[in-house]
């Protein structure tokens, strides 16, 4: 997916192409040209980029981004974060009704590969009235599947850039979809030899919900 950039010449074949009168006509087409290349290429690029923004270069991409509520990343990486913004943003356009927890773990997978999980939630039938207090990620007897979902990230990811995206990944999931996003985090090994059934982990919660 690289980006497409015309050059000087390519945006002004009309004028270098007609007929000029004398070498003075001739002369300032050639100013012209040397103006523009030197002045306005790169935002003559970016507007002719914009039928087509995932195939732009940053500042398209990123604009276009933006627009879209998308995630905006700005890692030293060298260049490697514009174009997942490209592929996010691409995919994005590409997917248009059938978006939603499908393209959110999509994205979570270009942002953080292998480090990142989506738990539907299920509650309590017996303790219904305090929704959502009682909340888990498995299902079985007694429970029922909430409109709730865990976003479930590795304490391994740079915590300052997941907290500027979480609410970008919170509104990539469809209207009626109630997400937080929790970062699992390690727990030392407390000496105890009594088995117990579950999983023990600590969360840090970015949701407001």
């Known amino acids: 997916m690289d980006n497409v950039n015309l050059t000087a010449s390519d945006f002004l074949s009309p004028i270098l192409h007609s007929s000029a009168a004398n070498e003075l006509e001739r002369a300032m087409a050639g100013v ?119 976003i479930k990230i590795d304490a391994s990811v740079d915590i300052a850039e997941l907290s500027e995206l979480a609410p970008t990944m919170t509104r990539l999931v469809p209207w009626h979809v109630v997400p937080e996003i929790a970062v699992s985090v390690s727990t030392d090994d407390t000496g105890l030899t009594v088995a117990a059934a579950g999983t023990l982990y600590q969360i840090g919660n970015f949701s407001p919900y």
């Open 32 to 150: 012209f040209v040397a103006t523009i290349q030197d002045q306005m290429i790169d935002q003559l690029n970016d507007i002719y980029n914009y039928g087509v923004p995932w195939q732009g270069g940053r500042t398209v991409v990123e604009r276009f981004t933006k627009l879209n509520g998308l995630a905006v990343l700005r890692r030293d990486d060298d260049g490697l974060s514009d174009k997942l913004m490209s592929i996010i943003y691409a995919n994005w356009e590409a997917m248009a009704s059938e978006r939603g927890l499908g393209f959110l773990q999509f994205v979570l997978d270009m942002l953080y590969p292998n480090q990142s999980d989506i738990k539907q939630l299920w509650h309590s039938k017996a303790l219904a009235s305090s929704y959502p207090n009682h909340v888990r990620e498995k299902g079985g007897a007694g429970l029922f599947l909430t409109s709730r979902v865990r």
